[in-house]
């Protein structure tokens, strides 16, 4: 049964547009949320985190919100550029204070079109 | 500064066959988790090592065992492979701090298995 969902497997977004990539998780343990990007040939990069005791993060052009109550949450990309076109994982975790594994999403691959 | 450094980059062995897979952490990371990553899905957290020792284990059988050296680099053993081992095994180090969960990937080993 997976834990943390990405029901999109793509998207596709013009140049200067916002991305949005939707991610649920099911597991109301979890109190750590991660984004990473991957490129092909090349292992997933750490984008950006939230903790369940917040509801929104923001990173520059990247920001992540959680609905805790939806057991939801997602990546806004604003303004979305052709470099952005990627593979983008959900990963939660769930050990509070501690260095837990990760459990991810299939991921969402992003084309961002010029 | 070096990232996550895997070895080798794509192997291809028999069923039935050991391998062995090799991976050095970023500079300064004592942590180290290994994942599976198979076509279409997610990285699958297989185990974690810090102070040479296994901190924790995913759901995976016996026949995946590690080792963590004292500069902090590991090794991942598959024994007695099977078809389904086919897949980009990734490394991720970290540096134990509490709720620090940001793991550093490497590029990943390509194992196929014929």
């Known amino acids: 049964d997976q834990q943390v969902k990405q029901n999109s497997p793509s998207l596709s977004v013009q140049e200067g547009r916002i991305s949005i990539l939707n991610c649920d998780y099911t597991n109301s343990m979890f109190d750590y949320f991660l984004w990473y990007k991957k490129y092909p040939a090349e292992g997933p990069t750490f984008l950006i985190s939230i903790s369940s005791i917040k509801d929104k993060n923001e990173d520059g052009r990247f920001t992540v919100f959680l609905n805790k109550s939806a057991k939801h949450l997602s990546l806004h990309i604003v303004p979305s550029q052709p470099g952005d076109s990627a593979v983008y994982f959900c990963?939660?975790?769930?050990?509070?204070?501690?260095?837990?594994?990760?459990?991810f999403g299939k991921g969402t691959k992003l084309s961002v079109k010029p | 500064d070096a990232g996550v450094t895997q070895s080798p980059t794509h192997l291809i062995k028999t069923r039935g066959q050991q391998v062995t897979l090799r991976c050095s952490p970023k500079s300064g990371h004592d942590t180290v988790s290994w994942y599976q990553q198979a076509l279409g899905q997610g990285p699958q957290f297989i185990f974690q090592y810090y102070e040479e020792e296994e901190r924790q284990r995913g759901n995976f059988p016996d026949r995946f065992s590690g080792h963590q050296f004292p500069n902090y680099s590991s090794e991942l053993n598959v024994n007695a492979l099977l078809l389904g081992d086919s897949a980009l095994y990734l490394c991720?180090?970290?540096?134990?701090?509490?709720?620090?969960?940001?793991?550093?990937f490497g590029p990943g080993t390509r194992l196929t298995v014929l």
């Open positions: 991720a180090s970290s540096f134990d701090l509490l709720a620090l969960n940001e793991q550093f």
């Open positions: 990963a939660a975790s769930g050990l509070r204070g501690s260095q837990g594994n990760l459990i």
